[in-house]
């Protein structure tokens, strides 16, 4: 039942924050210029992290812990950052940050991703110390 909970409610956060996020206009800045490839690699890692950790959310309502899809969408999240990083160190002082732009929908943004990283952590932190102790009692 707690994993349903958690499905469920971060299914609905997730969908509540993607509408936010989907309808706040933000300014556009026309002189950011990424490396194709970078660019490419950030959208296949973002979506990837998105349809394996709402699946994996899918699979707790559905009472499944789908350990792999878990593990993918973990792995997907860090090289995203990584990525994302490398991203801001490539634009350095070229983009000075928004100003009077607000700040909210990134802030939302970057606790949505953090929040399923998070469920989908612990889920395999629990899975993993179930296994142990399953180990343990067998020997």
Not at 100 to 127: C, H, K, R
């Amino acid at each position: 039942m707690f994993w349903r909970i958690i499905g469920i409610a971060s299914l609905g956060w997730g969908g509540v924050v993607f509408y936010i996020l989907s309808t706040t206009k933000l300014a556009a800045s026309t002189d950011v210029s990424l490396y194709p490839t970078l660019e490419l690699t950030i959208y296949v890692l973002s979506l990837t992290w998105l349809i394996a950790s709402s699946l994996v959310k899918v699979g707790l309502i559905l009472k499944k812990r789908w350990l792999r899809l878990s593990m993918i969408s973990c792995i997907c999240f860090v090289f995203l950052l990584i990525n994302m990083g490398l991203a801001q160190m490539s634009l350095g002082s070229e983009t000075p940050p928004p100003a009077g732009e607000p700040l909210y929908p990134y802030n939302l943004a970057a606790s949505w991703f953090v929040s399923w990283f998070w469920i989908d952590l612990f889920l395999l932190m629990t899975q993993f110390f179930e296994w142990m102790i399953k180990k343990r009692m067998s020997h």
